[in-house]
């Protein structure tokens, strides 16, 4: 079943690509899952309700002009499954007519079934760094802010919590985004958790992507992408999608 699954979130993820590179807006946008989200490091957090409205702001012409003419996966490789939620990691590259990259973007998908449909529902954009730049800080902030927000929010101290977020905040679920406009609109897990592991899985220069393993009161497993970024010098959780691994029902930690 793992492997299946498996196989589902990279056929997700490759009819993402393979429906950008048609240069259709309709094709594309129906490799995903509504309402949809792109949090990352830079400018205004996108937030398409409806596949009608994320069609109307595709503008494939914009992108051409900068040279592109394809995408390609660099790498991409799944990291949690469960039968209704499936984590992605992935980074693409685009290419001009010479097949020289012009642009690489690593992203973590939350990959969703929503009425049968399986479909992107969030891309956690983090930014490119290449092998010869230092992302040691941020990697180590980064997973010590998860850290630390597991923390408070076991002690249910809402106001430390909440000033290691970003804002807005979305928690991923399947088919909704739960967004918490600013710190007054969070509301913490009234349920303590226990960090099993953590993995740093892809790290930029202003974003890290997290890998989170984290065990309820009962020993039961949830999985956790963390997306964290540096927004206006404040580095904070922006986003992040939990799934049960071994349950049909993703009710616990989805609100």
């Known amino acids: ?11 997700a ?5 393979s429906t950008w590179n048609s240069r259709s807006a309709a094709a ?19 937030v398409a309700d409806t596949r009608e409205i994320y069609i109307n702001g595709v503008d494939f012409d914009q992108v051409i002009a900068t040279g592109w003419d394809h995408s390609e996966w660099d790498y991409r490789h799944v990291l949690h499954v469960s039968s209704s939620r499936i984590h992605v990691a992935g980074q693409w590259s685009r290419f001009n007519s010479d097949n020289q990259i012009i ?10 079934r929503v009425d049968g449909k399986w479909g ?29 927000f597991v923390n408070h929010q076991n002690n249910a101290n809402h106001e ?43 790290t930029g220069n202003h974003a890290i992507n997290i890998a989170a393993d984290l065990s309820l009161p009962d020993g039961s497993l949830r999985q956790a ?25 993703l009710s616990l930690l989805s609100r």
């Open 225 to 249: 992408a963390v997306h964290i970024n540096d927004r206006e010098g404040h580095l904070g959780i922006q986003a992040w999608s939990i799934l049960n691994p071994n349950e049909e029902s």
């Open 120 to 148: 992107i529902q969030c891309r956690m954009a983090s930014d490119y760094a290449d092998e010869e730049t230092d992302t040691t800080e941020i990697q180590s902030r980064g997973l010590k802010l998860v850290q630390d």
């Open 28 to 46: 594309w946008a129906g490799s995903l899952n509504y309402p949809h989200v792109r949090p990352s490091p830079a400018g205004p957090i996108n």
């Open 160 to 202: 430390a919590s909440t000033e290691l977020l970003n804002f807005p905040h979305y928690a991923i679920g399947n088919g909704e985004l739960n967004k918490s406009a600013t710190a007054s609109d969070f509301t913490l897990i009234d349920t303590p958790l226990r960090i099993e592991s953590l993995m740093a899985v892809q």
């Open 103 to 112: 642009l690489s973007t690593p992203i973590v998908y939350i990959v969703t």
């Open 1 to 11: 079943m793992s492997g299946d699954l498996e196989q589902i979130g990279l056929g």
């Open 13 to 17: 993820v490759d009819k993402f690509l």
